[in-house]
């Protein structure tokens, strides 16, 4: 990468933690109190105020400084100019369930692509006081210290996490057979309840291995930025190259990967776990 480009997307970060800022001081001041909860399109997929005030600040602070740029946010869709070169990727609360019950995992998640690349990306838990961060070939780190995926080496000794999509009374493709079997063969799994919180753990070491369907780009894209830059591997399910728009990660410190992608496919589906309407 040459030195403009470095300092270019240095400045793009600084944007995207001043925008992670702004849409935190949201989160934590209505922290704890009474909120206005809508629900979305299906049973448990919920909308505060808090998810629409925080986008708003995020979005306000991007346009300020990138007026040009194209913005993808959850709540309002694409907003302002269609530019490919530079797209935002926005997840104004991440973990909005965790959030509505008091449940300190939750983040604004900022990720931002240049021409098609995942350049940039910021997830900030303002409850705990984690920012995580990083741009491309700048290295990652939490609350500015580098981090690091782990180095377990075996999946009998992994910590993996994973979590269920809205529509999982839907479909018999909910991820509890894969939840059960994975739960039976490593330390454990854990459903933390925040896909950007849950890719920036892992990156930081505290997980070992991270796979989920059912995901939109704006759950993923930050996350993503930060373990590749932390030295983690993300791919499809079945090892071929991971598509943001398909839904589905597979995301390990490396050394896990093969192992935890061959358990997936090897999960037995039992009727047992078909609990689907
Ligand atoms: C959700 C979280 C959760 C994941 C869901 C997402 P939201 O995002 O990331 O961990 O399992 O699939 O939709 O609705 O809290 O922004
Ligand atoms: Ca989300
Ligand atoms: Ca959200």
Redesign the pocket.
């Known amino acids: 990468m040459s030195e403009t480009s470095t300092s270019l997307i240095s400045t793009y970060l600084d944007i995207a933690l001043l925008a992670a800022r702004a849409g935190g001081t949201v989160l934590s001041s209505y922290w704890g109190k009474q909120l206005a909860i809508a629900q979305k399109g299906r049973s448990g ?1 919920l909308v505060t105020e808090v998810d629409k005030k925080s986008e708003q600040e995020i979005i306000t602070v991007i346009k300020r400084h990138c007026p040009d740029h194209g913005i993808l946010a ?1 709540e309002s869709g694409i907003n302002g100019s269609q530019n490919h070169q530079y797209q935002w990727i926005i ?1 104004p ?5 965790n959030y509505a019950h008091g449940y300190p995992q ?1 983040a604004v998640s900022i990720g931002l692509t240049i021409n098609g690349v995942p350049s940039v990306g910021v997830v900030y838990n303002p409850m705990k006081d984690e920012l995580w961060s990083a741009a491309k070939g700048l290295g990652a780190t939490l609350n500015n210290q580098k981090i690091r995926v782990s180095t377990t080496d075996h999946l009998e000794d992994t910590l993996l996490v994973t ?4 529509d999982r009374r839907e479909t018999p493709d909910n991820n509890y057979a894969e939840f059960c079997y994975l739960t039976h063969l490593t330390q454990g799994v854990r459903r ?5 919180l ?1 890719l920036c753990e892992l990156a930081g070491g505290r997980l070992d291995g991270y796979w ?1 369907r ?3 780009p704006w ?1 993923l894209l930050a996350g993503v930025v930060i373990l590749k830059e932390a030295g983690g591997k993300i791919t499809a399910y079945d090892g071929t190259e991971f598509d943001i728009d398909s839904g589905r990660i597979l995301a390990t410190n490396g050394i896990i990967h093969l192992a935890l992608m061959e358990a997936l496919k090897n999960t037995p589906h039992s009727p047992a776990f078909s609990f689907h309407n």
Request: hydrophobic share 30%.
């Open positions: 997929d959850e997840d609360l991440d973990g909005t369930t939750a979590g269920f999509a809205y933390a309840g925040s896909a950007s849950d989920e059912g995901l939109k759950d």
